[in-house]
């Protein structure tokens, strides 16, 4: 599908925060986000794809998203990370939110991933399932634990929750 440019500029402005946000996530660098972030629209507009429907687009667009963080990821060149404190402004997200931001950025992908898209991208976890793979019993197991690290985190910075 050629995309026209008006299509372009919609699915980019629809998008790219979801994109930039779970790029983030993965690779807690904002300039890796932002390359990975180009990476994935690129690839979908260069290549002829067709979607059922804009959940599947979405869909899509995570998946490219994950699958373009694990090639960032496993680059040999690209080995330093910095610490959350070097991360700077976490864009959508306010400064009170931060401390828990920042904790759900400390739990293994695994966990976080599930966290981000049901609570933050606020997707049905379902479509959260589907999104990253995974049969839905195993998303909500995920969920479930991603929860209970996440509390954990946030009891280590002293927020009871």
């Known amino acids: 599908m050629n995309y026209p440019q008006d299509d372009r500029d919609r699915i980019v402005e629809e998008y790219a925060d979801l994109v930039w946000r779970i790029a983030l996530s993965r690779t807690r660098r904002e300039e890796a986000a932002e390359e990975v972030a180009q990476?994935?629209?690129?690839?979908l507009f260069r290549k002829e794809r067709s979607f059922s429907d804009e959940e599947h687009r979405k869909a899509w667009l995570i998946r490219a998203t994950l699958i373009s963080c694990k090639h960032y990821l496993t680059a040999s060149f690209r080995n330093a990370t910095l610490s959350l404190e070097d991360v700077g402004d976490l864009a959508s997200v306010d400064e009170g939110q931060s401390?828990?931001?920042e904790a759900l950025l400390r739990l293994p992908a695994k966990y976080r991933l599930p966290l981000q898209l049901y609570y933050i991208e606020e997707m049905d976890p379902d479509?959260?399932?589907k999104a990253l793979g995974l049969r839905p019993g195993t998303f909500r197991v995920r969920l479930?634990?991603?929860r209970n690290l996440l509390r954990k985190e946030l009891k280590g910075e002293g927020i009871d929750v």
């Open 39 to 43: 990476e994935v629209f690129l690839d």
């Open 99 to 101: 401390v828990v931001y």
């Open 127 to 129: 479509a959260c399932a």
């Open 144 to 146: 479930s634990r991603g």
